[in-house]
Every structure is written in C-alpha cells, then in structure tokens.
C-alpha cells in the first residue's frame, strides 16, 4: 500500500505542536533599549515611536526597576545630549560626569542586577551628527575617533557598565577598547560589537529621539552596504580576533539572511537589532487596525530567533515580557 504522508498530524493539537516547536522565544532573550535626558518631571513621548519616551534620569531608573522586574536581563542606554553640550569633538562623550555616566551609577545603586549595554559612538554628542570626528574636507577620521572612543568606554566602564557596545563602525575600535579595558584593570567588562551594522534608512526614528541625524552627508563611508553580506562575515572575523564577546547584526529583519549567515559562522553569540524604523512601521500599522501589533510583534521576534539570533535588542521588550506572562 501507498504510504501517504501526513505532517498535519504533529499541527493538530496545542501540545502536539508545543511538543514539536524549534524555536522559543523568551524574556530572557531580550534587552531593552532606553533613552535618557537631563532633567526631571515627566517622560516626553518620542512621536515616531509611540509607547517610547525620552526618560530624565531620576524616572529612567524608576523604570528600569519595572523592566527589572519583568525578567528582562538587559538595557541599552542611549543619551539625549543637549545642543549647548555638544561640539565637533564630541567632548563630552567622555565626561566622567556626563549625562550616561551619571545614569549608570544611579541605575547601579538602585538595580544593580541588570546589565548595562553602554553605546560608544559620537553622533549624540557631535554638533556634526556624525559617529567620528570629520576634517575639514568633511571626511571621517578613523584613528583619531578611536582615540575618542576609547575614553568614552573607559569612562562608561568606570561608571559601572557591565558591556561597551561600540556602534560607531571605525575600524580597529574593539581591539584599542578591549586593550585599554584590560590595562585598567576592568577585564570583567565585556564588549558588545555592533560588527555588522548597514548604513540603513530604518534608524531615522532613533535619530528623531535623539536629535542626532547627520548634518550633512550621510555613513556610507563607515556603515556597511545593504547590499553585502560576505563583508559581514569580515567584519565579524576582525571584531572577534580583536576581542569581542558578543557580535550584533543591525538592523535586523531586512538582514535575516545576514543574522542566519552569521550564526553558521561563529561561535560567538549573536544579537540582532530590531531597529527603530521596524519598531516605527509596526506600530503605525497597529495603530490604523491593519494589523494586530502583538501576533506581528511576537512573530518577528520568534522569526528572529530562528534565524539565529541569541539575542534581540528591542523596543518592545517590555511589552513582549508581560504578553509572554500573559498579562494582555
Ligand atoms: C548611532 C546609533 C544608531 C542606532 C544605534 N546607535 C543610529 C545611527 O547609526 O545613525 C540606531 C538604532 C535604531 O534605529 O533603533 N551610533
């Protein structure tokens, strides 16, 4: 007799299928990106990303408890620098009393336990907008701004960040940071690579939070092409020969190939960034009733995973911890 085959057995229950499912996603796959200011009184909403807010310092870290005691393992600081603060040299990214320094202590006072991902790149604090210093024909400068950067993290270790995660795209940065970490004794400090970050338009939200779009120009001459993804595996090789803990792909669900490319890879772990842009159309879409934001969310997510992400940096994440708690 004819053997028919029939994979719609292991799809006809619930427990069949839970039985059967490859790939999980849980809260403790994510970290939340969180944006800070100066000041205090009430968050201010960011209007391209509905439900996110620029928070002042003393209710960032309110906050955190909350995403704390979610279960979440992780968040991302991101500051919002003000103009008056800023120059082309990006000074204050170094300040050991600047806005993020201030934060990670406070945040490490009072919730010691969750890990900070501090960003190291100058476009928030550069009058210019860009992730380097730029010479007066415009141009990039790659070693200088390494330099720069290499303050910056050590500066953000001192504060008590538990992983730098430079995001700027200047060659060489991880090794001189990883270096430098090491000879001040902060080797318990880790090193979060965006290694695969593209020059993409999904960041324009973020740049909208924190008023830190290019003046001119664009990066393209430090961020990846969309169109490649061999190089991505270069950048992964240098990041890891130059001491990276954990390598990133940014953005990520244009990238999945990438994601999955990455993973067969390495060995390293592998976070994905679910950028602002993608946070920006899903939301905009739920909003009109034309899609349902939670299946989207969680499907993205799972989606994801299965490409081979260890980990997602989100802006739904606290959203997602309560939905997978089955709070709403
Ligand atoms: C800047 C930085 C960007 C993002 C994270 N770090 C923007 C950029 O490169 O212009 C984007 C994150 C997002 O869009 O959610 N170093």
Request: proline share 6%; charged share 25%.
């Amino acid at each position: 007799m004819e053997l028919t085959h029939r994979p719609r057995r292991l799809r006809r229950n619930p427990a069949i299928r839970r039985l059967v499912q490859e790939t999980v996603l849980t809260t403790g796959d994510l970290i939340y990106p969180m944006f800070v200011m100066e000041g205090e009184g009430e968050p201010v909403p960011i209007p391209s990303m509905p439900g996110c807010f620029r928070y002042p310092l003393p209710r960032l870290v309110q906050e955190v408890k909350t995403v704390a005691e979610l279960g979440i393992p992780g968040i991302a600081l991101f500051p919002v620098i003000p103009e008056a603060k800023k120059d082309d040299q990006g000074s204050e990214s170094f300040n050991p009393d600047g806005l993020v320094q201030r934060t990670v202590r406070a945040i490490k006072t009072v919730v010691p336990d969750i890990l900070v991902f501090t960003d190291v790149a100058l476009d928030p604090f550069t009058t210019h907008g860009h992730d380097g210093l730029v010479d007066d024909q415009g141009r990039i400068l790659n070693d200088e701004t390494v330099e720069v950067l290499v303050k910056m993290a050590l500066s953000q270790a001192a504060a008590g960040a538990d992983f730098v995660a430079p995001s700027d795209m200047m060659d060489g940065r991880v090794g001189a940071i990883r270096r430098a970490l090491d000879q001040a004794g902060y080797t318990q400090v880790g090193i979060l690579a965006y290694s695969a970050k593209y020059a993409s338009a999904y960041y324009g939200p973020f740049r909208d939070a924190l008023d830190s779009a290019p003046k001119f120009g664009d990066k393209k001459t430090y961020q990846m092409d969309p169109a490649n993804a061999r190089e991505a595996l270069k950048e992964i090789d240098l990041d890891t020969i130059e001491g990276a803990d954990i390598v990133m792909v940014k953005p990520a669900l244009a990238y999945l190939d990438v994601v999955y490319r990455v993973k067969q890879h390495t060995h390293l772990p592998v976070a994905a960034y679910n950028v602002s842009g993608e946070y920006a159309m899903v939301k905009a879409a739920a909003q009109q009733g034309w899609i349902e934001e939670k299946k989207v969310v969680l499907e993205t997510l799972t989606a994801m995973k299965r490409a081979g992400a260890d980990m997602i940096l989100t802006y739904h994440a606290v959203d997602v911890a309560r939905w997978l708690r089955g709070m709403h």
